[in-house]
C-alpha cells in the first residue's frame, strides 16, 4: 500500500495567516493526491481533487500543487471556518490511503 | 445537493454483526461506485470498501476482506455494509462516501460527496 505521510500533524494559526500544509507519498502517484476538510461531527468535504483541481463552492483562498510525490495545500488567508483537521488522500493505486491529518488550531 | 445519510451503527458484542445502511438522494445513485470509509477514535480516515456504480465489482480493504460485505440496492437508492466477526479494532465513525467515477480509474478514486457517518462501537 502506498502510505502518505502529512506534516505538520498539527498547527497553530490566527485569522489571516498563511497556511501551509505538505503531504508526501511513499511512491510515485502523478498528480492523483486530494484534498478534504474535516470538522468534527461533521462529514468531511473534498476541497481539491487531481493535486490542484478546486472543487465547486471551495474559496480560492485554498489551493494546491505538486506532482510526483510531494504535494501541498496552502491556505492564503485563514478564515474562522477553516480551523478543521485536512487529511490528502491518494488515489493513484488501490487501496486509496489517507495521510494521518493535520489539525489547523486556533492560535 | 447529493444527500447521504447513514444508519444502524450501535454497540455490538465482539463477534457479532451489524448491518449498516446508506440511503442516497439528490443524485442518479446507480451511475456512480460508492465507498464506506471509517475513522477509529482519535485516528485519521481509512478505506474500508468500494462497489461499483452496477454492483457487480467490490473491493475491500485487507483488515476487513472476509468479515464485511458492502451491497447495493440501486432501486431504493441504497448502499449497504454487512459487518460480521466483529472485533474491538472496527470500533470507528463510518462514513458513506460517493466516488467522483468508478472504482478502477486512478483519476475518479477521489469522494466528492460524504454523510455524516455513524458510530459503532465493538465492546463486550
Known amino acids: 500500500d502506498i502510505q502518505m505521510t502529512q506534516s505538520p500533524s498539527s498547527l497553530s494559526a490566527s485569522v489571516g495567516d498563511r497556511v501551509t500544509i505538505t503531504c508526501r507519498a511513499s511512491?510515485?502517484?502523478?498528480?492523483?493526491l486530494h484534498w478534504y476538510q474535516h470538522i468534527s461531527g461533521k462529514a468531511p468535504k473534498l476541497l481539491i481533487s487531481?493535486?490542484?483541481s478546486l472543487q465547486s463552492g471551495v474559496p480560492s483562498r485554498f489551493s494546491g500543487s505538486g506532482s510526483g510525490t510531494d504535494f501541498t495545500l496552502t491556505i492564503s488567508s485563514l478564515e474562522p471556518e477553516d480551523f478543521a483537521t485536512y487529511y490528502c488522500?491518494?488515489?493513484?493505486?488501490?487501496?486509496?490511503?489517507f495521510g494521518q491529518g493535520t489539525k489547523v488550531e486556533v492560535k | 445537493e447529493v444527500q447521504l445519510l447513514e444508519s444502524g451503527g450501535g454497540l455490538v458484542q465482539p463477534g457479532g454483526s451489524l448491518r449498516l445502511s446508506c440511503a442516497a438522494s439528490?443524485?442518479?445513485?446507480?451511475?456512480?461506485?460508492m465507498s464506506w470509509v471509517r475513522q477509529a477514535p482519535g485516528k485519521g480516515l481509512e478505506w474500508v470498501s468500494a462497489?461499483?456504480?452496477?454492483?457487480?465489482?467490490?473491493y475491500y480493504a485487507d483488515s476487513v476482506k472476509g468479515r464485511f460485505t458492502i451491497s447495493r440496492d440501486n432501486s431504493k437508492n441504497t448502499l449497504y455494509l454487512q459487518m460480521d466477526s466483529l472485533r474491538a479494532e472496527d470500533t470507528a465513525i463510518y462514513y458513506c462516501?460517493?466516488?467522483?467515477?468508478?472504482?478502477?480509474?486512478?483519476?475518479?478514486?477521489?469522494?466528492?460527496?460524504w454523510g455524516q457517518g455513524t458510530l459503532v462501537t465493538v465492546s463486550s
Open positions: 462516501a460517493k466516488m467522483s467515477g468508478p472504482y478502477s480509474s486512478s483519476s475518479k478514486r477521489n469522494f466528492d460527496w
Open positions: 487531481a493535486a490542484f
Open positions: 511512491q510515485t502517484i502523478s498528480s492523483y
Open positions: 439528490e443524485f442518479t445513485f446507480g451511475s456512480y461506485a
Open positions: 462497489i461499483s456504480g452496477s454492483g457487480g465489482s467490490t
Open positions: 488522500q491518494q488515489g493513484y493505486s488501490t487501496p486509496p490511503t
